[in-house]
């Protein structure tokens, strides 16, 4: 079964356990060693806040400041590109309890303005080239 499928379907008893008695879980899975990803979001997150040249703090930091927005926008789309099953509001906890909403415009966002800002298109290609390189994923840029 495919980490994607496992996912939907934890998410989906959760929201079940959620309707039927108003309170909020969070279930966990333990998988063998080997079913395992190779790479967890955290590092997907350390890979393109280097290859912009931040750090970790930069993604939780309460700022709009243009370079953070770019930051989180970017590593957003990583995120859901190569950590399957992840959620809005799992990417929200890693962002420091962002609301799922704000993720959702990150992913909107970076779509627009790959296509309309070259500084988000060059940052955009350094993180997907820093993702290659580190993790041996081969990309075609493109509009995902």
Known sequence: MSS???MET???AEGAIYRRTGQKVKLVVEAKPETCLAYKPKH???VVAHALFMDMEDYKV???RRENFHLRMIAT???FRYYPG???AMIGELFGHADHTTVIHYNKKLSILKQTDMV???KYKDALDAMEKK???KTAINNQ
Do not use: W
Request: aromatic share 8%; no cysteine; charged share 15%.
């Open 77 to 79: 789309n990583m995120l």
């Open 44 to 46: 997907i997150m350390r």
């Open 86 to 88: 992840i959620t809005y």
């Open 120 to 122: 988000v298109a060059r």
């Open 4 to 6: 994607a499928i496992i």
């Open 10 to 12: 934890i998410r989906t």
């Open 135 to 137: 993790f041996g994923i």
């Open 62 to 64: 309460p700022t709009r």
